[in-house]
Structure formats: C-alpha cells, structure tokens
C-alpha cells in the first residue's frame, strides 16, 4: 500500500517556465510533508517542507501548497532553471513516529 | 563538513557472500536509517534507529540486520547477499529530539551501489 505517490515518473520543463511536481498521500496522520532533490550519483538533499496546519511554504523559487482535503501537496519551481534538474522525492512524516514514508521520485528536466 | 558518509561507494559480490555497509554521521543527530532505492520504487526504509541503544525495522527488513554501534555509527549488515538485494543503500540521520514536534529533515550520505551476482 502505497502511502505517498507521484504519480509522474518524468517533466520536461522550459528553462524560465513554471515547473509545478504532484504527489497525493493517503495517511490523514501525516503532520509534516517534505521535499528531496536528488541528483546522479549522490544523496537526496533536503529541499524545503511544510507543516499540515499550513497550506503553503515559500522559499525562493521553491514553493509548497498543501490541500489537506484533497490529500494532494504540490512543489512549484519558478523560475525553472536548468541546474534544477533532477530527481525530486515528496516524503511524509508523522509526529509521534520516527519514519519518513517517501514516494517514488519524479524526474524533473529544464530545458536550456 | 562532511554531514553522512558511507563506505564502500561500491561493492560486487557472489550470491551467499556477506557483507557489511557502513554509515557514520557527525552532526550529533540522534536517528539513524538505512534505505534502499529501486528503480520505480522510491526510497524504502530497512531499518532505523531512533536513538543510540534502540533499532526497529522499516518496510523491508528481510535479509538484513543493523547494529547502532553508537551515537554516530549505524552499520547495515547482509548475512547471505542474494541478487534481489541489488540496490542503491543509502544511510541517512535526522535530529529528532522530541517526537512530538520534530519536522526535522534527514540528511543523506551518498550511497553505496551493490551489485549481488
């Protein structure tokens, strides 16, 4: 059963244009929800989070919407810029655990 | 400034072989974890360790073991390597002080590629 999912494998994106990555959660326990880029050969860096009484983050370029409703946490990129290029994990968290759950990955590409 | 390391990067061995993957980090942080990545399949969680002394399993522990050697070291041990064990490892940390509260990100190492013939 999967709890986290992304369910686009793959994004081609414009360099400059909005890049907007999807991941949908099943586990209304959730209390934190975080984002991951990794790149080729190295460990995911942590990216930016959001708690769930809240239902957007921002920093720089990198923002993240949560609709609890709908169980659906959006990332936006803008501008996209072709060093964004990457594979980027949404993971969930919930207090009183120590476990992150995360989903499959999404392979974003910024086009020059 | 070197946060997660894990050793070897790289690592072929024989069906049956054993082998043991390891994880030191020195930030201090109190949980410890051990994934492995798939292609498809995300990270999945083996094992962590929420503090020095503790251990439980993760999603997928068949296989392996752990020992949480102490505060920094968390090693990640295949007693009999069969090649459904290929994979991506990767050991990450967090500082989870208060399980209440904490969104406190994990930190990854870089990972070590096993390939099991």
């Known amino acids: 059963d999967q709890q986290v999912k992304q369910n686009s494998p793959s994004l081609s994106v414009q360099e400059g244009r909005i890049s907007i990555l999807n991941c949908d959660y099943t586990?209304?326990?959730?209390?934190?929800f975080l984002w991951y880029k990794k790149y080729p050969a190295e460990g995911p860096t942590f990216l930016i989070s959001?708690?769930?009484?809240?239902d957007k983050n921002e920093d720089g370029r990198f923002t993240v919407f949560l609709n609890k409703s709908a169980k659906h946490l959006s990332l936006h990129i803008v501008p996209s810029q072709p060093g964004d290029s990457a594979v980027y994990f949404c993971?969930?968290?919930?207090?009183?655990?120590?476990?992150?759950?995360f989903g499959t990955g999404t392979r974003l590409k910024v086009l020059a | 400034n070197a946060g997660v390391t894990q050793t070897p990067k790289f690592q072929v061995l024989k069906t049956g072989q054993s082998m043991t993957l390891q994880c030191a980090q020195d930030?201090?942080?109190?949980?410890m974890y051990w994934y492995r990545q798939d292609p498809g399949m995300g990270l999945r969680l083996i094992y962590y360790?929420?503090?020095?002394?503790?251990?439980d399993k993760g999603e997928v522990p068949n296989g392996y073991n752990v020992s949480r050697l102490n505060k920094r070291e968390f090693s990640l041990r295949l007693e009999s390597a069969a090649p459904s064990q290929t994979s991506v490892y990767f050991c990450?940390?967090?500082?989870?002080?208060?399980?209440?509260?904490?969104?406190?990100?994990?930190?990854f190492g870089d990972g070590t590629r096993l390939s099991i013939l």
């Open positions: 586990n209304s326990m959730f209390d934190y």
């Open positions: 993971a969930a968290f919930t207090s009183g655990t120590y476990k992150y759950i």
């Open positions: 360790s929420a503090s020095e002394g503790t251990t």
């Open positions: 990450a940390s967090s500082d989870i002080r208060d399980r209440r509260y904490s969104n406190q990100p994990q930190h």
């Open positions: 959001i708690s769930s009484i809240k």
């Open positions: 930030m201090n942080h109190n949980s």
